[in-house]
């Protein structure tokens, strides 16, 4: 955590920054929008759960795709189409590179996370699902993990099940190993929460559920840009992730699917690239992944997201983690220091998600009024309304970090906590 000085915020003793193993300034530097100047005041971004920024290298790269290289992909043998499809490919392969997936033919481009949930549930679920059987999910899934699963049970008679968690924010593991039976047929669970900050045992519920032939998928938006994943030896069955919240563009998502598995599934959606040929009679499928990719892909998207995996590897998961872990202790730290503030996901292993509560203020109130100090939170049930409940209350205001965060970040946050204190007495 550092040692504490001399200095103080509204009383409050202010940690010293420890010695960096990167350059946060150049780093700081790499997004333009943290330039940005908020209600008149210097930005402070702390919303980064709910999508991040990005660096000048995302920017310029999808600039020069629109500007000298923009083309349909795969179909044209002209230079521009030629130039797209490597481009495209090979944004790919870094995918692959960066989740370590075994080939290129398990990487699905999707529109994000949530896509590739519903193509899982949609293909997989009604291809091996049936009428009985139980989908077990946990009780802080995203809305996006929780809905298509449901869609999927009422259509086939299906059922949901839901892990427990503690008052700390964590699953119960002997709970999840019982919910576990011969009528379990799919695991979908978050990597980490995105309304408490959880990192979940995932190697744990895999080995119980693969003990029992159930395979499992995992929501990984939250985890991707503070957890080194390597679906690999996670042997995870498929892995979901968004390009927005890696500090790659909006549009563009990934599905990790083992290929045996994503090989007997039918398409999700038809036209476009996913054929082989078609006539009136029959048509013939596109070997993996087209199968799934059809229509004109995000092509920018997916060069943008190649260029934001190349950044993130470049400064290195050890580095980012060590950095994030120290900054969401002193965030932690400095919102207890706030009389009235209760943090709601205390669990021992989180990623940089700080979700709290102030005694009589409801938490719009706290955000319309940090917001006014040019401080961005967000503040909602966070689309996970189940996990609202758990906790008794309406919605949370949260506080969500990145590598380019700062203490100083956190103690402007703080300093506006105060201005709360002022309005609400």
Known sequence: MGVYNEDNVHGRQIIAEPERAFDLEGIRNDFPILST???????????????TQKPNVVIDVMDRYYRSQNSNVHRGVHYLSEVATDKYEAARSTVRRFINARNEKEIVFVRGATEGVNLVATSYGQ???KAGDEILISAMEHHSNIVPWQLLCESIGAKLRVIPMSNRGELKLEECERLITE?????????VSNALGTVNPVREIIAMAHGKNVPVLLDGAQAIPHLRVDVQELDCDFYAFSGHKVF????????????HLLNSMPPYQSGGDMIKSVTFERTTFNDLPYKFEAGTPNIAGSIGLAAALDYV????FETISSYERDLLEYATDALLSVKGVTI??????????VSFVMKDVHPHDIGTIVDQEGVA??????????????????ATARASLAFYNT???????????????????
Not at 344 to 353: L, N, R
Not at 383 to 390: G, I, K, L
Not at 409 to 423: M, P, Q, S, T
Request: with cysteine; hydrophobic share 40%.
């Open 344 to 353: 709601i996901g205390t669990a021992s292993e989180k990623a940089g998600v």
């Open 183 to 191: 009528r379990t047929k799919l695991v979908a669970l978050v990597h």
């Open 407 to 425: 203490r100083e970040d956190i103690d402007a946050l703080v300093n506006a906590l105060f201005k709360v204190h002022e309005v609400f007495g």
């Open 127 to 129: 291809q091996n699902l």
């Open 313 to 316: 590897g470049a400064i290195g």
């Open 248 to 259: 790659g563009p909006t549009g563009i998502g990934v599905l990790y699917g083992k290929e």
């Open 37 to 51: 100047v908020a209600r008149g005041k210097p930005l402070v971004y702390l919303d980064n759960a709910a999508t």
């Open 377 to 394: 939170i967000r503040t909602g049930h966070h689309c996970a309304q189940p996990v609202m409940e758990r906790f008794g209350v309406p």
